[in-house]
């Protein structure tokens, strides 16, 4: 009998979410927590999808305007999507949570980097069909990548 | 350790009290990031010009130690670097454990000028005129790193 995972099939729990309407996933593993939007500390010499940083327990976690970063255009004050610590100090802006479901791996569909511009590409790595709607998957590694790249520009 | 708390609009910056010489009120207009007086040689440093927030009306200017940490190397008037802040509220005793040191992602976002930043705060300071006493992070400075990132800036026509 081939198991599942010998076929490249294994499942992958992902939290869906909305951003300006459209909807995005992360894999659950990355996720701490999901809190309503809260106080929001800006600070001097960010970049503009950067809304400053929240306060988790008295450590400060960058919060990305996910809308700004994808479309260049403000997200919903909706909740605040917090980043496992171990991965690094992140949250994301989004307008609210859609579900937690299993995707298969041979579900996915990969998007290649665009080495060029700081566009979408930049910061989405794969996408799946969910109830016939595209969900395109964030990618915290080219999110990172994009962040030192503008830094050092 | 004990610092300068200087308030701006949406957070405080810390200054060292190890490294200053002295704080003196500022009443003169300021209109670049770094500007030189030729007759004292001082020069002086604008946070609000580098933090991109220029008017944040200037108040206080923080006159560095000249031999940087401990204790001032000589003691002549002029040719000093002053810091130029919005007011100085207080002075306070904060612990260095109570500091988080900025990681990961904020040595990211801030790139070359990270070594201005030795860290960062939440817990314990409010300011009581603004948004009804929330409390604001603090910003940990590094004055010499911050005189040397802002000659460097200027040098490279970046403020």
């Known amino acids: 009998m081939v198991s599942r995972e010998n076929t490249g099939a294994v499942d992958e729990k992902y939290l869906i979410f909305s951003v300006l309407d459209k909807l995005y996933a992360l894999p659950s593993k990355y996720v701490g927590e999901i809190v309503v939007f809260n106080t929001v500390y800006p600070l001097p010499l960010m970049p503009d999808y950067v809304m400053g940083i929240i306060n988790r327990y008295s450590v400060p976690y960058v919060l990305f305007d996910t809308g700004v970063l994808l479309f260049k255009e403000p997200a919903h004050r909706g909740k605040m999507l917090v980043i496992k610590e171990d991965i690094d100090r992140i949250a994301f802006l989004i307008d609210d949570i859609a579900d937690i479901t299993d995707i298969m791996k041979t579900h996915l569909s990969e998007i290649e980097q665009d080495t060029e511009s700081c566009g979408i590409a930049d910061v989405i790595s794969e996408s799946f069909k969910w109830n016939n709607d595209d969900v395109f998957v964030l990618d915290i590694g080219r999110i990172i990548n994009r962040v030192t790249k503008e830094a050092a520009g | ?143 010499e790193q911050l005189v040397e990132t802002m000659v460097y800036q200027l040098y490279k026509g970046k403020i």
Not at chain 2, 24 to 38: P, Q, T
Not at chain 2, 40 to 65: A, M, Q, W
Not at chain 2, 90 to 96: A, F, L, N, S, Y
């Open chain 2, 1 to 143: 350790m004990r610092f300068f708390l200087s308030v701006f609009k949406n957070f405080f910056t810390a200054i060292p009290i190890s490294h200053v010489s002295s704080l003196m009120l500022y009443y003169s207009g300021v209109e670049k990031a770094v500007s030189r007086d030729e007759e004292t040689l001082n020069t002086y440093f604008s946070l609000p010009h580098l933090f991109n927030c220029p008017d944040e009306p200037i108040k206080h200017g923080i006159v560095l130690k000249t031999g940087g940490m401990g204790e001032e190397q000589e003691s002549v008037a002029g040719n000093k670097n002053i810091l130029l802040l919005p007011e100085v509220e207080r002075e306070d005793d904060i612990p260095p454990e109570d500091i988080y040191p900025l990681t990961g992602i904020l040595l990211e976002i801030y790139g070359s000028k990270s070594a201005i930043f030795t860290g960062i705060r939440f817990a314990g300071i409010k300011h009581d005129c603004r948004e009804n006493g929330a409390v604001m992070p603090v910003l940990f400075i590094n004055p």
